[in-house]
């Protein structure tokens, strides 16, 4: 029995000398050269020869790919996502210490004393590695990551380790590879992130088939690789490219496989995707690029070891992404590498917005600049989760909460979320969102992003069918780094921070306090934008919000109130139908919602309309251009 691809690592090996191992190993051709012919005889100084001078090409194929200074220790990327036992860290920074190792050593001179610590030699790294090895054991194998870590190492300077090491590496590598490979098809991976899914089922079968070309099994391997990667890829993607939004808190370490997996198959001139493949992960990218805001940062994704910007400029090269595309040229600015980035603006003529059901997120955006809004929302979970950035600035970002009671008695979520409405055009983008309550209501998020202006527009709609005490809180989470400011006479809420300033507006409440009149605006202690409203003995409530960052009216005299709609002459009760107009300035803003279907249009400040909600600007003349009319 030998050691190949395809079968199990019989345990008796794990005991076996090196000389009396890499004889076990199974060739896919006939042995030739110092590599093959070395392991067949025992040879470890031939074997060790011929494994060196392979490694030192393959170091040098690497590095003759274009982007190779950034792809070369790429896997480090991916360092954060597994739990940091102690032999994993321990490979970790061994693997860092040698990415930044020097190619010879040099003597130290006087003045080296003054610089940092310098790293370690590699006749240290040999013997680092050489122990770490020894705590791989049959009990305690070696896990998927540290086998891509390993390999990575062997790629890039396996050939400068001394030859006791290197063989142990290998034979390490490979028996690792192998028995991966052979219980892939087992493995459980129902509790496990979909990046690592990719990395384990994708990227180690792919990457390993490479570094071990010549042994029989590894073109099955190859095409095992690939197809996982290619049906993973397939599994979390809408056909148009847009992730689900599951996936978003790792959405950095799920791009970063596909990154090196690309990378990898231009080395080896192997084609990771074919052509329907590629052409959706173009589309992939270019979702992704539009929820990046100007300081390349990954909407509703903590940064983890590498920057959004350079990971999604590199992806988008390998993926040949038309460098003339509004995303390559968005990235291409990003990552300009001045200190201070000159402003830019680019031209063109599709919007960079986009919605998908099965996904559950929607990305709305007004321009591809360093200025521009960028609204996201996801509503994958028992809550949307938003992330607003205003002028290039983050406002808003995390879950969007909310609480009611009816007559006292508090009411949950009884079902999912789901996108009832989605609209693009050249004056906004809007989405609708809806979801079943307890006791018969549903709850109804309306969001809008304008084209042209510096707002946003967020609102919540209860709806019941019988008449009680209805009291909302709605909870938007503000990013951190905002100093408020209550405005002493008005509910109008002041969010400052370094280059933005918002002006928050409660359209539902009176725009003066009342002491008497329940409800209120504020960020509260958890920094979030608390909108309290109350409707007494109504079936149905209203809770609209402004939040404006416009420059020019920034200090502009706002005023808004509450608007009499009428039908068939008769004044509608608020909780069958509900305007607001909003005035900042000469600015003017109307908002009506139906929350019962008339029987014939309705009267809003002159306005007649069919329609279920309406928001629109005033123009100089009084009449109304509108943003959005829902049927």
């Not at 899914?197 to 590894?218: D, H, Y």
């Not at 009176?510 to 109350?534: A, C, K, M, T, W």
Request: with cysteine; net charge negative.
């Amino acid at each position: 029995m030998s050691i190949e691809f395809g079968q199990a690592v019989p345990q008796q090996y794990w005991s076996l000398s090196d000389e009396e191992f890499l004889p076990a190993v199974g060739w896919a051709s006939k042995p030739r050269g110092d590599l093959m012919k070395g392991a067949q005889a025992g040879d470890l100084e031939r074997f060790g020869q011929g494994l060196a001078a392979g490694l030192k090409a393959i170091a040098k194929q690497k590095k003759q790919t274009r982007h190779s200074s950034e792809m070369m220790w790429s896997v480090l990327w991916s360092a954060e996502k597994v739990e940091d036992t102690g032999r994993t860290a321990d490979l970790i920074h061994l693997v860092e210490s040698a990415s930044t190792a020097p190619a010879k050593s040099k003597k130290a001179s006087p003045s080296s004393k003054k610089k940092k610590t310098p790293g370690l030699s590699w006749d240290e790294i040999s013997r680092l590695l050489f122990g770490w090895l020894e705590q791989v054991t049959l009990s305690e194998p070696m896990q998927p990551f540290e086998l891509l870590l390993l390999m990575e190492l062997l790629e890039n300077v396996g050939y400068r380790l001394a030859p006791a090491t290197l063989i142990s590496a290998w034979r390490a590598c490979l028996c690792a590879a192998v028995a991966h490979c052979f219980k892939l098809e087992e493995t459980d991976f129902s509790e496990t992130p979909d990046d690592q899914i990719l990395l384990v089922s994708g990227e180690v079968p792919w990457r390993a088939s490479f570094l071990f070309a010549g042994v029989a099994g590894a073109k099955n391997l190859r095409q095992l690789g690939q197809q996982n990667l290619r049906d993973g890829f397939f599994e979390r993607t809408d056909t148009d490219g847009t992730p689900h939004a599951d996936m978003l808190s790792r959405i950095d370490f799920w791009l970063a496989t596909m990154t090196r997996s690309l990378f990898i198959g231009q080395v080896w001139k192997k084609r990771l995707w074919d052509k329907e493949a590629l052409e959706r992960f173009q589309l992939t990218l270019q979702v992704l690029v539009a929820t990046s805001n100007a300081s390349g940062k990954l909407a509703l994704c903590p940064i983890h070891e590498i920057g959004h910007a350079e990971l999604l400029s590199l992806a988008a090269y390998f993926s040949g992404l038309s460098s003339r595309s509004a995303e390559r040229m968005y990235l291409k600015a990003l990552n300009s590498g001045k200190k201070k980035r000159s402003q830019f603006f680019i031209q063109t003529e599709d919007y960079a917005a986009n919605q998908s059901d099965w996904s559950a997120l929607a990305v709305m955006r007004n321009y591809w600049s360093d200025s521009s809004n960028l609204l996201m929302v996801t509503w994958n979970g028992d809550l949307p989760a938003v992330s607003l950035t205003a002028l290039g600035k983050q406002l808003l970002e995390g879950r969007w909460e909310f609480s009611l009671t009816v007559d006292g008695t508090e009411i949950s979520g009884d079902g999912e979320w789901s996108a009832v409405c989605w609209n693009s055009d050249e004056d906004a983008d809007y989405l609708e969102l809806q979801m079943d309550l307890e006791g018969g209501y549903t709850l109804d998020r309306q969001i809008l992003l304008p084209r042209n202006q510096h707002f946003v527009f967020l609102s919540d709609i209860v709806n019941g069918s019988e008449a009680a005490r209805l009291e909302y809180r709605s909870l938007l989470p503000v990013a951190s780094g905002f100093t408020d400011s209550v405005d002493e006479e008005t509910h109008e809420l002041s969010l400052k921070t370094k280059g933005l300033a918002a002006r928050v507006f409660p359209l539902g409440l009176p725009q003066d306090r009342d002491f008497f009149y329940p409800g209120s605006l504020s960020l509260n202690e958890r920094g979030q934008i608390e909108l309290h409203q109350v409707a007494a003995e109504s079936t149905a409530l209203y809770v609209p919000l402004v939040i404006d960052w416009e420059p020019d009216l920034k200090r502009k005299p706002a005023d808004w109130q509450s608007l009499t709609i009428s039908e068939a002459g008769k004044i509608s009760p608020r909780d069958v139908a509900s305007g607001h107009r909003l005035r900042i300035g000469k600015h003017q803003l109307l908002v009506y919602r139906s929350l019962k279907k008339g029987e014939v249009a309705r009267a809003v400040l002159g306005h007649h309309t069919s329609y279920e909600s309406v928001i629109g600007r005033f123009d100089s003349d009084g009449d109304l251009t509108p943003l959005l009319f829902v049927e």
